[in-house]
């Protein structure tokens, strides 16, 4: 079983739309993770059904006892990030403040602070449209600790390519540098970036490829919207032909990736010229 993670370095080069391609250009073969956890949005292409949900619990926040308090002020003595109030002379934790570092829970001379396990979101093992198992989470608004469910939601992937003995885990991750895009690249034995010819994109290409070359992982990229710019294409195939990184394919710009989007299509089934590039980058992954 191999990985394959599917990167971008900045949102909006279409990414997810090529990801979800995959997915259907590879049906059955395939198991797919939606990595992308602070804005999963693959699932409004590939449509899961939600067969399965589970609980997500990762970090504590603080709780004081108010039974217990004896209003000595220590907690707020010591809380370095201001989480702690005192209305009407009774102590309580700001829960968008705490950041769970427990200082105050070890102060408090009444074992008054209970250090409380969050619920930051939910992760989900599905059945798509294509016919593929689909891991894939919702973080909760203003959670942390996306990483560690990444990492969740990836070893689930694994563990149904191993039970129903599939040949590839396709990796839709998150885009950007930070912690959940790491924790997608763990494990990977191959990345793909999909870039675009703008000064923003090939500013974080050039970012995000210091990263993955620090995990010594192969990698390729698909050029999307390759004739928005023709200085900057060329500019960055030049820059993958002198760190020596396969170029799948240069996809032109088209208005029917957003039309696709609209009808929750992938671009496969919408506009047969783009399915054939992808159907050779897919061939080529493989």
Same mark, same amino acid.
């Given at each position: 079983?191999?990985?394959?993670?599917?990167?971008? +370095?900045?949102?909006?080069?279409?990414?997810?739309?090529?990801?979800?391609?995959?997915?259907?250009?590879?049906?059955?073969?395939?198991?797919?993770?939606?990595?992308?956890?602070?804005?999963?949005?693959?699932?409004?292409?590939?449509?899961?059904?939600?067969?399965?949900?589970?609980?997500?619990?990762?970090?504590?926040?603080?709780?004081?006892?108010?039974?217990?308090?004896?209003?000595? +002020?220590?907690?707020?003595?010591?809380?370095?990030?201001?989480?702690?109030?005192?209305?009407?002379?009774?102590?309580?934790?700001?829960?968008?403040?705490?950041?769970?570092?427990?200082?105050?829970?070890?102060?408090?001379?009444?074992?008054?602070?209970?250090?409380?396990?969050?619920?930051?979101?939910?992760?989900?093992?599905?059945?798509?449209?294509?016919?593929?198992?689909?891991?894939?989470?919702?973080?909760?608004? +203003?959670?942390?600790?996306?990483?560690?469910?990444?990492?969740?939601?990836?070893?689930?992937?694994?563990?149904?390519?191993?039970?129903?003995?599939?040949?590839?885990?396709?990796?839709?991750?998150?885009?950007?540098?930070?912690?959940?895009?790491?924790?997608?690249?763990?494990?990977?034995?191959?990345?793909?970036?999909?870039?675009?010819?703008?000064?923003?994109?090939?500013?974080?290409?050039?970012?995000?490829?210091?990263?993955?070359?620090?995990?010594?992982?192969?990698?390729?990229?698909?050029?999307?919207?390759?004739?928005?710019?023709?200085?900057?294409?060329?500019?960055?195939?030049?820059?993958?032909?002198?760190?020596?990184?396969?170029?799948?394919?240069?996809?032109?710009?088209?208005?029917?990736?957003?039309?696709?989007?609209?009808?929750?299509?992938?671009?496969?089934?919408?506009?047969?010229?783009?399915?054939?590039?992808?159907?050779?980058?897919?061939?080529?992954?493989?």
């Amino acid at each position: 079983m191999k990985e394959i993670v599917i990167i971008s +370095g900045k949102g909006g080069t279409g990414k997810t739309s090529i990801t979800a391609s995959f997915a259907f250009l590879a049906k059955e073969d395939i198991v797919v993770a939606d990595c992308d956890v602070d804005a999963a949005d693959m699932h409004l292409l590939l449509q899961p059904d939600y067969e399965k949900s589970e609980d997500f619990h990762s970090g504590v926040l603080a709780e004081i006892d108010q039974d217990k308090c004896v209003k000595c +002020g220590k907690c707020a003595e010591v809380c370095r990030f201001d989480a702690v109030t005192v209305i009407d002379e009774e102590y309580f934790i700001e829960q968008m403040e705490c950041e769970g570092c427990g200082y105050c829970y070890h102060i408090c001379p009444t074992d008054a602070i209970l250090m409380k396990e969050q619920n930051v979101g939910k992760c989900y093992i599905s059945n798509t449209r294509m016919n593929n198992k689909m891991v894939h989470a919702r973080l909760n608004i +203003g959670a942390e600790n996306s990483g560690k469910l990444v990492a969740k939601v990836k070893n689930e992937a694994k563990k149904l390519a191993e039970k129903y003995q599939k040949e590839f885990v396709l990796v839709d991750g998150s885009p950007g540098i930070g912690c959940p895009v790491i924790s997608s690249l763990s494990g990977a034995d191959l990345v793909v970036f999909v870039t675009e010819p703008t000064i923003s994109a090939f500013h974080d290409l050039r970012r995000v490829y210091e990263l993955v070359d620090q995990f010594k992982i192969q990698t390729v990229c698909i050029l999307n919207k390759s004739d928005l710019n023709e200085n900057i294409s060329n500019e960055i195939q030049d820059f993958l032909r002198t760190n020596k990184i396969g170029l799948l394919s240069s996809i032109p710009y088209d208005d029917s990736f957003t039309e696709a989007m609209i009808e929750g299509k992938t671009i496969t089934e919408f506009n047969d010229d783009i399915k054939k590039l992808l159907e050779k980058s897919w061939k080529k992954i493989k």
